[in-house]
């Protein structure tokens, strides 16, 4: 997950490839509560791992489930023992339930009814996201629910419910702010419903109805079958008790895969080198993990892609998609079949030859922020022209290329808006998209933007590369770490290459002599190198840090050096570190050599006097005894050789910016350099 304060985006090109996705958020939260309540212990297989569901994972473990492995792994399935639909008398806690409304709601109505002490709590936005409905509904029956701040809304305090006075009328809820109240309803009640049937009226119009469906099919799975009459009364039967169906699995989110289903009908495939000759011959995204025979309605998000003119063909766990119409013809859709997935189209209509109306999604108003003012502020910050109104938004595209505005989205913690707006990328005038707080996609898709960049390609001379070259113990290293951690970009290393491509040969067994200088020369331009924000070196899944470091290491790297098809594969591998987002390169000729066309070069020296101090205290600190006078001599000649050396020699690029350190913290030098970067962005500060 990208955790910086923003995620540049260069301008993308095109799209191939597949894509797993992660679970399902609603089917998740769905079936960690249903599991909770159950007997038994019941087997969840492809969990979804992010901010909504350990929310609803760490409040079920307070409540005293069972849930083993502790946290969630990936590729292993979770077990969740249930408390068999009874909690021990007078169980207390407070619940912080973050952002997520499918277990804030949820959770809400299944403790009211179970009766306890608890208090439910949640972040800021959450107590600006209604529940009075859910409330009301629950007053009904008894529960004792009461408003900790302002009426209606979260926080909550839940206490000991007193049943005698309901007289088993239907309970009626409202249905016409969030389909999460009837849910709450559907999936909380089967607990009281042991020895009679509880009906459940729908007062109004009904919204998010697909989000029933999927309520309905998994208590199906978990043996409560309840009876639908027409989208306006449900009831659960008497008689009804939970029964864990053993093991269980989560489709990928549909809403998720909005994303790449628009992605696929935005940007061009790429074409095979062996249909290069071939244009039409286009390559597509496919879609892992869900497909036309979902239970999520965010699946007909399909039917609105294809409208626009998307080409998606689709099977039982997958779906693929390619580019048809384009541009993308303008629709006008009553969205509020698919209020998450919706959101999706908005920033499709940027590439739509009219303007697109999507009507009916007024509860977009009261998800992760006020949606509709969202996405009409930072679609008109691209260049849109945007109408809103209370439960609608008509989006009309920049007219021509040249209106298109480079952007910094603000994103609201709102993981959707940052996830649509990352399409922006593809707009015709080239443009960088910058999006705000990209953390906050961990809501529902933490590796999203991974996911993202798996599947996009773009021309190398758009990814933008950072250049940080300087003399020996100059600090280049820990300044690009630092710069390279906080714009979420790739990190290059290539004084430690040698050393690897050293290590590596002679760990294959090989002789360090030209009798391999080929086989040596293929294996560095593969080696899985990765180079990380602690200064840590990986080759494949094993740090190798200190490997590298030793004497041998450095005898090796030094044999290696001296075959020229070794220097000449290690160029080719340097340039694949060039992927997006961006990338910092620190050595010696990154700027002058390697990366000549980098938008930001960086000449970073100390004075030879200030570097030994530097490199007497790190050597100190390892418990390593040295002298300041003879790493001083060293760095000297050290300097002298580098400068001179016949390939190469060490040099500012002309077109570098040089940054004396010697009186600097490593925080002003990584400062000076992001402030140097962020002036030669078109955004303006972040
Ligand atoms: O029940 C669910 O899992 C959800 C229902 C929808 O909310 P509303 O019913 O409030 O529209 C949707 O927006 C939300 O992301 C998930
Ligand atoms: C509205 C959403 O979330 P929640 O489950 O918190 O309502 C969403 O994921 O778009």
Redesign the pocket.
């Known amino acids: 997950m990208f955790t910086t304060e923003f995620l540049d985006l260069p301008p993308l090109d095109s799209a191939q490839g597949s894509v797993t996705l992660p679970g399902s958020?609603?089917?998740s939260?769905?079936v960690l509560l249903l599991a909770a309540l159950s007997h038994g212990t019941t087997t969840i297989h492809d969990l979804l791992d992010s901010d909504d569901t350990q929310v609803m994972l760490a409040a079920l473990k307070q409540l005293g489930c069972h849930i083993t492995p502790e946290t969630v792994l990936p590729g292993q399935p979770i077990a969740v023992t249930g408390i068999g639909g009874q909690l021990p008398a007078d169980t207390a806690a407070t619940l912080f339930l973050g952002n997520a409304?499918?277990a804030m709601?949820p959770l809400t109505a299944a403790l009211a009814v179970l009766g306890g002490h608890f208090e439910m709590t949640g972040v800021p936005r959450m107590y600006e996201r209604p529940i009075g409905d859910l409330v009301d509904a629950l007053r009904q029956l008894g529960c004792r629910i009461d408003y900790l701040r302002d009426p209606g809304f979260p926080p909550l305090k839940i206490g000991q419910p007193d049943f005698s006075r309901w007289s088993d009328a239907p309970i009626q809820v409202r249905g016409d702010?969030?389909?999460?109240?009837l849910?709450s309803l559907l999936m909380a009640l089967p607990l009281q419903a042991t020895d009679k049937a509880i009906t459940i009226e729908v007062v109004g119009e009904l919204?998010?109805k697909p989000?029933?469906h999927?309520?309905l099919e998994l208590l199906a799975r978990f043996g409560i079958a309840v009876e639908n009459d027409s989208w306006q009364r449900f009831v659960i039967p008497a008689g009804s008790r939970y029964r864990s169906p053993g093991d269980i699995h989560v489709e990928a989110d549909a809403?998720s895969a909005s994303y790449f289903i628009a992605l696929g009908a935005i940007a061009t495939g790429t074409t095979d080198d062996a249909d290069a000759d071939n244009a039409t011959e286009r390559k597509s995204i496919r879609i892992l993990g869900v497909g036309q025979d979902s239970i999520q309605g965010d699946i007909r998000f399909i039917e609105a892609a294809r409208a626009m003119g998307a080409q998606v063909e689709s099977g039982p766990n997958w779906l693929e998609v390619s580019r048809g119409n384009w541009p993308l013809k303008a629709i006008d859709l009553d969205c509020n079949h698919i209020?998450?997935a919706a959101m999706t189209l908005g920033v499709m209509a940027l590439y739509a030859d009219g303007t697109t109306s999507l009507r009916n999604i007024a509860?977009w108003r009261?998800?992760e922020t006020d949606r509709i003012a969202a996405m009409a502020i930072e679609l008109r910050k691209l260049g849109a022209t945007v109408e809103e109104g209370a439960d609608y938004i008509r989006i009309t595209p920049p007219a021509k290329a040249s209106d298109w505005r480079a952007a910094s989205i603000h994103t609201y913690d709102d993981h959707r808006v940052a996830m649509c707006f990352s399409l922006a990328a593809f707009n015709p005038a080239k443009l960088p998209v910058r999006i705000q707080d990209p953390k906050c996609v961990g809501k529902?898709f933490p590796d999203y933007f991974e996911a993202l960049f798996s599947v996009c390609q773009t021309e190398t001379q758009h990814i933008p590369v950072i250049c940080i070259d300087g003399p020996t113990a100059s600090g280049k290293g820990t300044i690009a770490a630092e710069v390279a951690k906080a714009l979420g970009y790739q990190l290059l290393d290539s004084g430690a290459l040698y050393r690897i491509t050293g290590l590596a040969a002679s760990r294959a067994g090989l002789a360090l002599d030209d009798s391999n200088e080929e086989t040596i020369a293929e294996m560095a331009l593969d080696l899985p190198v990765r180079f990380d924000a602690q200064q840590r070196v990986w080759l494949g899944e094993e740090d190798i840090s200190a490997a590298i470091r030793s004497e041998e290491a450095g005898m090796n790297a030094s044999r290696v050096s001296a075959l020229p098809a070794v220097r000449t594969a290690l160029v080719d591998l340097q340039l694949s570190f060039q992927t997006l987002p961006g990338l910092v390169a620190d050595g010696r000729d990154m700027g002058t050599v390697i990366f000549p066309h980098a938008p930001l070069k960086v000449y970073l020296w100390a004075s030879a006097q200030c570097r030994a101090e530097r490199r007497h205290k790190q050597l100190i600190s390892k418990g390593i005894s040295a002298n300041i006078a003879t790493l001083l001599a060293d760095l000297e000649a050290r300097d002298a050789r580098d400068m001179n050396r016949a390939t190469a020699p060490l040099k500012p690029a002309e077109d570098s910016l040089q940054l004396d350190s010697s009186e600097m913290t490593i925080e002003d030098v990584v400062a000076q350099v992001l402030s140097w970067w962020q002036e030669r962005q078109p955004f303006g500060r972040a």
């Not at 702010?177 to 109240?181: G, L």
């Open positions: 958020k609603s089917i939260n769905r409304g499918t709601r702010v969030s389909s999460q109240f849910t919204i998010s989000y029933i999927i309520t809403s209020p998450d509860s009261v998800k529902t």
